[in-house]
């Protein structure tokens, strides 16, 4: 098994959770001048230096200064400092990776990305519910921008995260891997799918095998699970299930392609970035998936 930290996990701000509770020390924290907010772009790429995020000092706040506490997100507390976000100007709306995003993502450290994918989560959420879903009247955050509130029916709306199954089914010594028409040239990677109302994990896995590949799996096992920002707030639960058989009935319009790899095959790949296959870049929970298939 693999000692990697799986992409986008293992971040280290403390989430200072009664720090949202308290309006009064949560004034404090913005106004504390060792506050920082995170660099991002208008298209919300990440400054990374030397595998790092970029942090600035915050802007005055309050009245006669154009911006208010409400356009701020508190990310956390590092070792005490306060960390923030800005909801507005900071890639709402901006669903996919960008090759700048992509670089930036493959050049931060362990547990940096954790909290750029909280960062972007929290500002994709906020930029799709300025509307109360239970009235249409418009909301404003409250909670440190962990929520937004209805002034109108007083309902409360909090950040949502969809869960995606995705998996490897393997059989005789080889891995399901199926490829996406705008994948890059001679990607490869785990199938993956939406976990829909009324179904368990392991349903799921079963279900979206079965769909895309026409494979039957049993015996689907839990490996791990990743925040993946992309386009908005989904969390990875990686899987392995046992294929009882390797007939491929493809469905062509969830996938270009689907095959069976053995084992050296995706240790080479994943060792020479080539081969049988492109693998997944390092970030992606799929990568992890393989490694820890093939016991790197
Ligand atoms: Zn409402």
Redesign the pocket.
């Known amino acids: 098994m693999s000692g990697a930290v799986v992409g986008f996990t293992g971040g280290t701000l403390d989430r200072a959770d009664a720090l949202r509770h308290d309006p009064d020390a949560l004034a404090a924290a913005m106004r504390d001048p060792a506050a920082r907010m995170l660099d991002l772009s208008p298209d919300g790429t990440p400054a990374v230096a030397n595998g790092r995020l970029g942090w600035s000092a915050i802007p005055p706040i309050g009245p006669g200064t154009g911006s208010n506490s409400g356009d701020l997100a508190l990310l956390g507390l590092d070792d005490g400092t306060p960390r923030f976000v800005a909801l507005a100007g900071s890639g709402e709306g901006v669903p996919f990776r960008s090759p700048a995003l992509m670089a930036a993502l493959a050049a931060l450290r362990d547990g940096e990305a954790a909290i750029y994918a909280a960062a972007r989560s929290l500002i994709q959420w906020h930029g799709r519910n300025g509307f109360?879903?239970?009235?249409?009247?418009a909301?404003a955050p409250f909670r440190a921008g962990w929520g937004r509130a209805?002034?109108?029916?007083?309902?409360e709306h909090f950040p949502r995260v969809d869960p995606v199954v995705i998996m490897l089914a393997e059989h005789d010594g080889r891995v399901l891997l199926g490829r996406q028409p705008s994948w890059p040239a001679g990607r490869y990677s785990a199938l993956a799918g939406f976990l829909e109302p009324g179904e368990s994990i392991e349903e799921a896995v079963a279900r979206e095998v079965a769909e895309e590949t026409g494979v039957r799996i049993i015996d689907v096992r839990y490996v791990a699970s990743q925040p993946w920002p992309f386009p908005h707030a989904q969390l990875m639960i990686a899987c392995i299930g046992r294929a009882q058989d390797d007939a491929i009935t493809l469905d062509e319009h969830e996938l270009e392609d689907a095959i069976w790899v053995p084992r050296a095959d995706v240790a080479d790949a994943l060792a020479n970035e080539g081969g049988a296959f492109v693998p997944p870049p390092p970030y992606a929970i799929a990568r992890t998936l393989l490694e820890r298939w093939v016991g790197l």
């Open positions: 109360c879903a239970n009235c249409g009247h909301t209805c002034p109108q029916c007083r309902a």
